[in-house]
């Protein structure tokens, strides 16, 4: 198993900046299959963004795709959302995710993960 914890969220203005990371421990973190999903009051868990076990290979949906960046450090057992251009839409409870499957493929459902975070607050203020 691996344990997941959150930390960065926050308020912020429209336009701005904010990194979230996400530290795991228990087994191998470099071994999962990781990404962030998010969720907005009355909403699905929507995928954020997701990235491969060794090579890096990373993906986005359209409606973050060239503002947000997501990354691993497997030596330090941490991954990380960096969030550019904020806009109101994007308030929500963050989520980090892992995923322990033989496949080794990222999934875009929430489903499809084992292993998830708390959760931190993102507010984007217009």
């Known amino acids: 198993q691996v344990q997941l914890v959150e930390s960065g969220g926050g308020l912020v203005q429209a336009g701005g900046s904010l990194r979230l990371s996400c530290a795991a421990s228990g087994r191998t973190f470099s071994g999962y299959v990781v990404a962030w999903f998010r969720q907005a009051p009355g909403k699905e868990r929507e995928f954020v963004a997701g990235i491969s076990r060794f090579v890096g290979t990373t993906y986005y949906p359209d409606s973050v795709k060239g503002r947000f960046t997501i990354s691993r450090d497997n030596a330090k057992n941490t991954l990380y959302l960096q969030m550019n251009s904020l806009k109101p839409e994007d308030t929500a409870v963050y989520y980090c995710?892992?995923?322990?499957?033989?496949?080794?493929?990222?999934?875009?459902?929430?489903?499809?993960?084992?292993?998830w975070g708390q959760g931190t607050q993102v507010t984007v203020s217009s």
């Open positions: 995710a892992a995923r322990a499957r033989v496949d080794s493929l990222v999934k875009t459902t929430a489903k499809e993960y084992d292993y």
